[in-house]
């Protein structure tokens, strides 16, 4: 099978197409023929050992101390049913799903835990959006509705508000019924108004204004002493992206009282898929895609999710199927 591969740290052009062996799925595990897969800011950060502040050596130690410690990356994917490992239950062949296996999703072939995040793509639904919902949609999720507890009627500003992140993240507040503030580069106001945000700013512009319940930083824009400003005595700064720096940050906050700064690592499980498909059946989410790959461009893939400045998800599409209708918005 045709998969890229990542041999060792470097910029976009280290990444190469190689021959492989198809995988062969072990006890608990489905092989996945991927049509479609995300290249995601964690896709480059693994690739170029792109840690953020001080944390080069845990990631190291994390991700493979001197070269990554996956030959195939890539994690999230939408694809069929290939082949049943002893076991498994619940899925069968020819089945479309979405899935997150961690690694070695940029490839025609994959695996994945049939107990972790699988689950069946909704009818209507097709490849390319579905495996543009993981990674954007998951954090999200888990950041607002698990950490943050956000609620009703709770305001929340939302810096990097058209990112991989930040696109979902204002549905989901938008569909806690949370007001929405959300903050982007020119251009991107008449789309985010579209997912959910009741004001827009840009951060090239405009001066961010107003007292919220939530910051949720998805991008890195902020730090504590300026979001303590904007928040509320009980109000929680959340930054997506931390170093030592925020750690030291969030201590001064405990022992200083009034708003909270929280830091979190977001996980999978098949439950906050499952919930987030429910998100997209009730129509509070739509996927949102910058734009599309072929397989064998997945260097200029990486390059533009390293520019962090591109609007939600970006789709590699290892084998394109003929499919029905799309739903998906696009940001530009
Ligand atoms: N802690 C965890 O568990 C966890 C989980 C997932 C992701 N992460 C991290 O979270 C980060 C977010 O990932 P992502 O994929 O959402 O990033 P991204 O797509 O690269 O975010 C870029 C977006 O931020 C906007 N932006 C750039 N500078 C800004 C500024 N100063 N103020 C407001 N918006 C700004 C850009 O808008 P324009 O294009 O208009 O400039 C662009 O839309 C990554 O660093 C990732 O590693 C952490």
Known sequence: MKAVTARRYG????????????PEPGPGEILIRIRAAS???????????AFPGGLAIIGRLVAGLWKPRHLVPGSDVAGEVAALGAGVTGFEMGQRVVAVLGHG??????????????????????????????????TAQEFLRDVAQLRAGQTVLILGASGGVGAYAV???AACGAHVTAVAGPGRAAVLRGLGAERVLDYRRDAITGRFDLVFDTVGAMRWPESR??????GLFLPLNFGLRELGHMLRAKLSGGPRMALHVSGDSRAALDALLELWRAGKLRPVIDSRFPLEQIAAAHRLVETRHRAGAVVLEVDPATEGQSQTTGLT
């Open 11 to 22: 910029p976009a052009d280290i990444l190469r197409i190689e021959n492989l062996p198809r």
């Open 39 to 49: 290249v995601t800011t964690a896709d480059w950060r693994l690739r170029a050992a």
């Open 171 to 173: 549905q989901i507040a």
């Open 105 to 138: 999703g940029h490839a025609e072939y994959g695996l994945a835990k049939a107990e972790d995040a699988v689950a069946l793509i909704p009818e209507g639904m097709n490849f390319d959006e579905a495996a543009a919902l993981p990674f954007g949609g998951l």
């Open 229 to 234: 400003r904007l928040l509320d005595k009980d």
